[in-house]
Structure formats: C-alpha cells, structure tokens
C-alpha cells in the first residue's frame, strides 16, 4: 500500500493533543497555585514551568514529525532541509498558550491583592472605636463594625440591606449624601431603644466598577457636649442662682431690642438692688446671706412668666427683661416682686426680712440701646433708694439730670480739693445762759469752678459713696486746726473748735495718727479740739469705745452729734467717755409744734444732765425755740438765730467784738 510521504500517524496526534494539554495544565496550575508562596519559592516554581513548557514544545515538534508515515530517509531530508512549517504551526499554538497562561497569572495575582486589600480594610474597620458604616448610593447600609453596634445597640446583621435612615432619621439626607463628603457635622442619633444622643458624622465617598459608596464615620459626643455645658454655665449663668448672668442678660436684652426695632413693640427693664443687704451679711454671716439670695431668686421668678428673663448681676442686685411689657404690666409685675418679698424668710431658725429698691425703663421711651436702659433703669433705683427705699419708680428725664449733676460732682472732687475749691466756715456755739461765744463748729464749703456753690447735703453723701470723704474729713481737720491756732496767735481769747468725723474716717485703722498729725502740725493743744462722732459709726463696735478711749486720753472732747436719729442705745451712753450730746436740728425745729418733739427733747436734756454731759442743741433759728431750751436747763445752742457759718475773718472780728 503507497502512503503519502506527509500523512500522518493517527496515535501519534493524539498523544501530540495530550502532550499539549498536559503541559499547559501544568504549567498554568504551577504558576496560578504557588503564586502565594514566599518570593524563594515561588521563582522556583517559575523556573520549573518554564522548563516545563520547553520539554513539551520539543517533545511536540518530535512526535509531530514521527507522526508522519515517512522513511527516515525523507524525515532526514525534512529536518536536514530545514522544513519548519509544522513548527510555526505549533509555535504559534504554543505562544497563543503562553500569553493565556500569562493573562491568567496576572488575573489571580489582582484577585488575591484584591483580597488582601478587603481582608486589612475589614480588620481595620472592626478594631475602630468609633463607629464606621459603610452605605450604597442609596443609602443602603453594607458594613456595619462593632464600634457602630457598641453606639446604637443593634447587631451588624440587624442593619445590613437596612437605610440609614433608621439611626438618622430626621437629618440625614440620603438623597444628596454626596453632597457631605468631606465634611465634619454634628446630628443627632437614634440608638435601638429609642433613645437619641449627640454624634459627630464625618463622611467619605468613593466610586467602584459596582456603584458609589460612602463611609461614615460616628463619634459620640455626649460627654463632649456635657463639657461645654458646664462651660457654658460658668460662662452664661451664675453660680450661686443658676440664673442668667449678666453676659446673657444683654445678649438677650440685645436680641429683644433688634427684633423690636422691626415689630415697634415695648419692651421693660426693671433693675432691682436688696435694701440693706450687707446688714444681713455682718449680722448672719455670708452663708445665710447666700441662702437668702437663692431665696430671693426663686420668689422673683415666681412673679414673672417663661417669656421673662431674671438675671443676677452680682452681690445682691438682680435684673429682669419683660418683652412685650408696658407701664401697666411693669408696674404689676414689680408690685407683685415688693408683696411676696414683703414676708420673713427663714433661714436656720432665723426670720430674716429683706426689702428691694426697683427702678424701671421702657423701650423705646427710656433708650433704644441695652446700655442705656439698663443704666436708666438703675438710676430710677437709685432714686428709690434715696427717697426711702422698698418701692418701685419709673425711669424720668429729671432723674437723668440729677444723675449726671451727681457723677460730674463726684469726679469733680478731688480735683476740687487740688484746686483749692473747698474751704471751711465757723457757726459760734452759744452758753445759753450767759450768750457768749464759747466755740465754734467747722462745716465744709464748695465753690465749684463751673456748678458754682455745692451744698454739703448735697456732696458729703456723694463723697461718702465714693470714698473721697476721707480726704475732705482730713481737709476739714487739718484747716480746722491750723486756723484755731490761728487765731490764738492773733489775740483772741482761746476757744474749742468742733469737727465732724464721718464713719468711714473713724473706722480707719489710723486716725489716731491722723489727728495727731494734724494737731502737731498746727501746734494745736488736744484741749481745743472737739471731735463729733455720729451714733451709727459707733454703734455695736467693741474697738469704737477703744478708740474713743484713746481720744479721750490725749485730752481732747468727745460729743455724740444728730443725738436721737440713729440707732440709739441708752446702754452706750455710760460706757462712751464722751462730753457732750447734740440734739438734731430736727427736733429742735419743732419743738413748738409739736409736742412729742419737744417731750423728746426735754427727755434728752434730762437725761444728759443726769448722766453728767453737756447738751447743745442744734438748728435754733427763733426765740421761742431758744426759750423753750433755756427753760429746760440746755446749756449750749447754735443755729441761724445766733450767727450762720462765717469765713475765718468773721469769726475774728466777732470775738474781738465780744
């Protein structure tokens, strides 16, 4: 039988086709699963391969040939003439092979770096505290880790395929999420019991082959937000009350007053400052005066609606915001403050009575700015207090005036006794048996170099408030001092002069070395000195008899001036080493005309002589009051019948007279 020289051998091609498929199985299966090896290893695995596919390429380019049914003359002829179309063919096959083998390779290497990838973001989201969950595009949750079950209490498989919506159900905008990425907000969560608590949402955003993605990122911020609660409280909110301070007050007063200004509404401010507040505190002590405050509050509050703001401003003065208020109900609401204030407290077993001093003003009437308001408001206090205090009074234009009158005289002071503006005059003291001269009583004068002429009443409660008292007082001494001697060198007969000694400048620690400055800078003798002590500087005070006592021991006299208008005690007056009492002008006044004042004076002068003091009565102006004291045995007067105050040169020419 004649073969073709190129035909072929049917079993030979068939294990040619196994060969090859055998090869590229292993090949492929060597570089696909020892891929996770260690580098070492796996280049081995390499190498082999490559030897691998090499052995069956020749292996497949033989057999191909001995498949042929040919001599070995004509396979000779083949090979010795280079034949290689049979070998381009399976060349061909085997590279077309080797690049699947290659694509596969570098498929499963992005698939386990993939992986990988999946595996450390896993682990990296499960160990986070906070708590991280992943959503769709949708808003549909696909990771859920621990630390966001530890914040809501629901289990990862609990909230999978669920919206978030059901943790953030009235703010979280699923729709325009996108819009968020990037950004830091503060919301409010809903954990699985229904409870809600403050979280902070930070978001991200990411696009895959398999949709969009974000990532939120959930932190609790209760403890954070507790924290600036109490800052905020030692910022907006006294401490003693838990009201308002006076920070918040006027962020609320402002607030009101822009909104006013477009609805053209009225609103009120009542300033309100507790009467004899401090007398609580000395005699209490500062605990009790504390309770009496938190006290105070809680009645006030009681007296005004939600809508109203009660503030404390320090010490023991308060203020209140009544929007949409007028005159009318202003008014109500601070009578109703004056009525529940008017009952006892009781505090430790003590009753305790408190009354308030309240001034008020209205937007727009009385200011269109809180400064203002506020400050009219406490003028119209102001002026309670002056007229008597527990009361209530509407801020007015006067007021306004006399407060600036005020602030110009207390600022003006100091400047007034650098300028030489102040200067003392000399009302005589009259024996009122005999009507001879036998002292005189130094009194202040003001000539303002603008106000012009200042009364006494008028800037000594001013100077007391301020402090500048004690620098008139000293004024007042040492010229007191200076012209007694004076006069005393010009010939006239030596007599005492009276000088008044305000509370604050006896209270001082040195007045001793004060007045003995001044009596040794004049080269006064002590004798000649008579110092006028009020009863209130001295009442109660252990160290106010001491220091009296040391007054007395360098020999100079000590009376009880305004005797009758304090806080008398009979107790005092025999353990005072005074000289002399002086009965208020007040009295003496009317003592024609009324008969309970001049049973009070005719008590004092008996009970004076009793004890063996001096009295002088103060404030005669006629005849009649200066027979009236004659008749009940006074022994001194001074006043407008006899002389008024006169300048030092009078005085001169007086007593040369007599």
Same mark, same amino acid.
């Given at each position: 039988?004649?073969?073709?020289?190129?035909?072929?051998?049917?079993?030979?091609?068939?294990?040619?086709?196994?060969?090859?498929?055998?090869?590229?199985?292993?090949?492929?299966?060597?570089?696909?699963?020892?891929?996770?090896?260690?580098?070492?290893?796996?280049?081995?695995?390499?190498?082999?391969?490559?030897?691998?596919?090499?052995?069956?390429?020749?292996?497949?380019?033989?057999?191909?040939?001995?498949?042929?049914?040919?001599?070995?003359?004509?396979?000779?002829?083949?090979?010795?003439?280079?034949?290689?179309?049979?070998?381009?063919?399976?060349?061909?096959?085997?590279?077309?092979?080797?690049?699947?083998?290659?694509?596969?390779?570098?498929?499963?290497?992005?698939?386990?770096?993939?992986?990988?990838?999946?595996?450390?973001?896993?682990?990296?989201?499960?160990?986070?505290?906070?708590?991280?969950?992943?959503?769709?595009?949708?808003?549909?949750?696909?990771?859920?880790?621990?630390?966001?079950?530890?914040?809501?209490?629901?289990?990862?498989?609990?909230?999978?395929?669920?919206?978030?919506?059901?943790?953030?159900?009235?703010?979280?905008?699923?729709?325009?999420?996108?819009?968020?990425?990037?950004?830091?907000?503060?919301?409010?969560?809903?954990?699985?019991?229904?409870?809600?608590?403050?979280?902070?949402?930070?978001?991200?955003?990411?696009?895959?082959?398999?949709?969009?993605?974000?990532?939120?990122?959930?932190?609790?911020?209760?403890?954070?937000?507790?924290?600036?609660?109490?800052?905020?409280?030692?910022?907006?909110?006294?401490?003693?009350?838990?009201?308002?301070?006076?920070?918040?007050?006027?962020?609320?007063?402002?607030?009101?007053?822009?909104?006013?200004?477009?609805?053209?509404?009225?609103?009120?401010?009542?300033?309100?400052?507790?009467?004899?507040?401090?007398?609580?505190?000395?005699?209490?002590?500062?605990?009790?005066?504390? +309770?009496?405050? $938190? !006290?105070?509050?809680?009645? @006030?509050?009681?007296?005004?609606?939600?809508?109203?703001?009660? =503030?404390? /401003? #320090?010490?023991?003065?308060?203020?209140?915001?009544?929007?949409?208020?007028?005159?009318?109900?202003?008014?109500?609401?601070?009578?109703?403050?004056?009525?529940?204030?008017?009952?006892?407290?009781?505090?430790?077993?003590?009753?305790?009575?408190?009354?308030?001093?309240?001034?008020?003003?209205?937007?727009?009437?009385?200011?269109?700015?809180?400064?203002?308001?506020?400050?009219?408001?406490?003028?119209?206090?102001?002026?309670?207090?002056?007229?008597?205090?527990?009361?209530?009074?509407?801020?007015?234009?006067?007021?306004?005036?006399?407060?600036?009158?005020?602030?110009?005289?207390?600022?003006?002071?100091?400047?007034?006794?650098?300028?030489?503006?102040?200067?003392?005059?000399?009302?005589? +003291?009259?024996? $009122? !048996?005999?009507?001879?001269? @036998?002292?005189?009583?130094?009194?202040?004068?003001?000539?303002? =170099?603008? /106000? #012009?002429?200042?009364?006494?009443?008028?800037?000594?409660?001013?100077?007391?408030?301020?402090?500048?008292?004690?620098?008139?007082?000293?004024?007042?001494?040492?010229?007191?001092?200076?012209?007694?001697?004076?006069?005393?060198?010009?010939?006239?007969?030596?007599?005492?002069?009276?000088?008044?000694?305000?509370?604050?400048?006896?209270?001082?620690?040195?007045?001793?070395?004060?007045?003995?400055?001044?009596?040794?800078?004049?080269?006064?003798?002590?004798?000649?000195?008579?110092?006028?002590?009020?009863?209130?500087?001295?009442?109660?005070?252990?160290?106010?008899?001491?220091?009296?006592?040391?007054?007395?021991?360098?020999?100079?006299?000590?009376?009880?001036?305004?005797?009758?208008?304090?806080?008398?005690?009979?107790?005092?007056?025999?353990?005072?080493?005074?000289?002399?009492?002086?009965?208020?002008?007040?009295?003496?006044?009317?003592?024609?005309?009324?008969?309970?004042?001049?049973?009070?004076?005719?008590?004092?002068?008996?009970?004076?002589?009793?004890?063996?003091?001096?009295?002088?009565?103060?404030?005669?102006?006629?005849?009649?009051?200066?027979?009236?004291?004659?008749?009940?045995?006074?022994?001194?007067?001074?006043?407008?019948?006899?002389?008024?105050?006169?300048?030092?040169?009078?005085?001169?020419?007086?007593?040369?007279?007599?």
């Amino acid at each position: 039988m004649n073969v073709s020289p190129l035909s072929n051998d049917s079993v030979l091609i068939v294990l040619s086709i196994l060969i090859i498929f055998c090869s590229s199985f292993i090949t492929l299966n060597v570089n696909t699963s020892r891929f996770e090896f260690v580098e070492k290893v796996r280049v081995k695995w390499i190498l082999f391969s490559i030897l691998a596919m090499e052995l069956w390429i020749w292996s497949m380019q033989f057999i191909g040939i001995t498949s042929l049914p040919v001599d070995g003359s004509v396979i000779m002829t083949l090979l010795s003439d280079n034949n290689n179309y049979i070998n381009y063919v399976v060349g061909l096959f085997f590279a077309l092979t080797l690049l699947v083998s290659v694509f596969n390779l570098h498929r499963n290497k992005v698939k386990l770096l993939a992986d990988e990838y999946s595996r450390q973001f896993d682990s990296l989201i499960e160990t986070a505290t906070d708590g991280i969950v992943v959503t769709d595009h949708n808003g549909i949750i696909t990771q859920w880790n621990h630390g966001a079950e530890s914040l809501f209490g629901y289990h990862k498989d609990e909230v999978v395929d669920q919206n978030v919506r059901m943790i953030f159900p009235d703010a979280f905008p699923t729709s325009d999420i996108q819009e968020f990425a990037g950004q830091t907000r503060e919301l409010i969560g809903y954990k699985k019991d229904g409870s809600q608590f403050p979280i902070e949402l930070s978001t991200g955003y990411w696009e895959t082959v398999r949709g969009d993605y974000h990532s939120l990122i959930i932190r609790d911020i209760t403890d954070q937000r507790k924290s600036e609660e109490k800052i905020s409280n030692l910022v907006y909110l006294d401490s003693l009350t838990g009201l308002p301070n006076r920070r918040l007050y006027n962020d609320r007063l402002e607030s009101t007053i822009d909104q006013a200004l477009d609805n053209k509404t009225t609103h009120t401010v009542l300033y309100l400052d507790l009467d004899q507040f401090k007398l609580v505190n000395d005699t209490y002590g500062h605990q009790i005066g504390d +309770q009496l405050l $938190i !006290e105070v509050s809680q009645r @006030i509050k009681s007296c005004i609606s939600k809508a109203d703001t009660l =503030a404390r /401003l #320090g010490g023991d003065e308060f203020i209140l915001l009544l929007p949409n208020s007028n005159y009318t109900k202003a008014e109500a609401v601070a009578r109703n403050i004056l009525n529940v204030l008017a009952h006892a407290f009781s505090l430790n077993d003590e009753e305790v009575f408190i009354t308030p001093s309240i001034g008020a003003s209205l937007f727009p009437a009385d200011g269109t700015d809180s400064e203002t308001l506020v400050k009219n408001a406490d003028i119209a206090m102001y002026r309670v207090k002056e007229e008597g205090k527990n009361n209530f009074q509407f801020f007015t234009s006067e007021m306004n005036d006399l407060i600036s009158r005020k602030s110009k005289i207390a600022m003006s002071i100091r400047k007034g006794l650098e300028l030489g503006e102040f200067s003392v005059h000399y009302q005589p +003291q009259i024996d $009122i !048996e005999t009507e001879n001269i @036998i002292g005189v009583e130094a009194l202040v004068r003001w000539n303002h =170099a603008k /106000l #012009g002429p200042i009364s006494p009443a008028e800037f000594i409660p001013i100077a007391e408030e301020n402090g500048m008292i004690l620098h008139i007082g000293e004024f007042v001494l040492r010229t007191a001092c200076l012209q007694t001697k004076a006069w005393q060198n010009a010939g006239v007969e030596p007599f005492r002069v009276a000088v008044n000694i305000s509370a604050k400048q006896f209270s001082q620690g040195n007045i001793s070395e004060v007045i003995t400055s001044a009596l040794e800078n004049a080269q006064l003798a002590p004798e000649f000195l008579e110092l006028e002590l009020t009863e209130s500087l001295i009442q109660g005070a252990t160290s106010a008899i001491a220091k009296m006592q040391e007054l007395k021991a360098m020999g100079i006299h000590l009376s009880i001036d305004d005797f009758g208008t304090g806080y008398s005690s009979l107790s005092y007056l025999k353990l005072f080493p005074i000289d002399s009492l002086k009965i208020d002008q007040y009295f003496t006044r009317n003592i024609n005309k009324d008969a309970k004042d001049a049973a009070l004076v005719d008590t004092i002068i008996q009970m004076a002589r009793n004890l063996g003091l001096n009295v002088i009565a103060e404030g005669v102006e006629t005849l009649d009051q200066l027979v009236y004291l004659k008749n009940k045995r006074c022994n001194q007067a001074q006043g407008y019948y006899f002389q008024k105050p006169l300048s030092p040169e009078k005085i001169e020419e007086l007593y040369s007279k007599a």
